[in-house]
């Protein structure tokens, strides 16, 4: 039963565009969610989360949407660099569960000059 | 500021030997813990976490086990590595709702 679900297994952007990444959920206990990047044979680097008590949140480049009657979240890169090419994991937890996170099977972003 | 240490970062080991991989936290008291594996082409999937000292849960039934010894160290451990062993283990701590990882280690069981 995969609770946390990113559909697109690639995406590729040109270099300025916009990135948009998705992922959907079907665990309404979840109320945390996370956006990863990650480099293959490196561990996971935090990028930005969101609470369900918001549905936006920001910080720099990167803005994280969430759609919590379509349990739907959405990363939003503007503008998109070359360095950005790497593999996007969502993540989900919830209150009580220890932090225990829920991953996507992630989503490779190639960001072409 | 926390880091968190994760060794080695490769591993090439027979079937059927044993295995032990190793995390320490700085920076922080009474982190929650984490191991998690990547196995190829997947997400991440949730081993074992921990919340004190010796206090283990066991996400998935498997041949591994996890050990807390220490308030900041988490230890990972086979007694016997099977095939389906092979994959990238990744440490991960947390103080508060977000993890942080580990650079992660890279399995090949042979």
């Known amino acids: 039963d995969q609770q946390v679900k990113q559909n697109s297994p690639s995406l590729s952007v040109q270099e300025g565009r916009i990135s948009i990444l998705n992922c959907d959920y079907t665990?309404?206990?979840?109320?945390?969610f996370l956006w990863y990047k990650k480099y293959p044979a490196e561990g996971p680097t935090f990028l930005i989360s969101?609470?369900?008590?918001?549905d936006k949140n920001e910080d720099g480049r990167f803005t994280v949407f969430l759609n919590k009657s379509a349990k739907h979240l959405s990363l939003h890169i503007v503008p998109s660099q070359p360095g950005d090419s790497a593999v996007y994991f969502c993540?989900?937890?919830?209150?009580?569960?220890?932090?225990?996170?829920?991953f996507g099977t992630g989503t490779q972003l190639k960001v072409e000059l | 500021s926390q880091t968190i240490h994760q060794w080695p970062a490769t591993l090439v080991q027979p079937v059927g030997s044993p295995l032990s991989l190793e995390c320490t936290v700085e920076?922080?008291?009474?982190?929650?813990l984490y191991w998690y594996r990547q196995a190829a082409g997947r997400g991440l999937q949730l081993l074992f976490y921990s919340v004190g000292i010796g206090q283990i849960s066991s996400e998935v039934p498997q041949n591994l086990s996890a050990s807390r010894p220490q308030d900041r160290q988490f230890i990972l451990s086979s007694k016997k590595l099977l095939l389906s062993d092979s994959g990238f283990y990744l440490c991960a701590w947390s103080g508060g709702r977000t993890p942080f990882f580990g650079s992660g280690t890279q399995l090949s069981v042979l």
């Open positions: 993540a989900a937890s919830y209150t009580g569960g220890g932090n225990k996170l829920t």
């Open positions: 969101i609470s369900s008590i918001k």
């Open positions: 665990n309404s206990m979840f109320d945390y």
């Open positions: 920076g922080t008291s009474n982190p929650n």
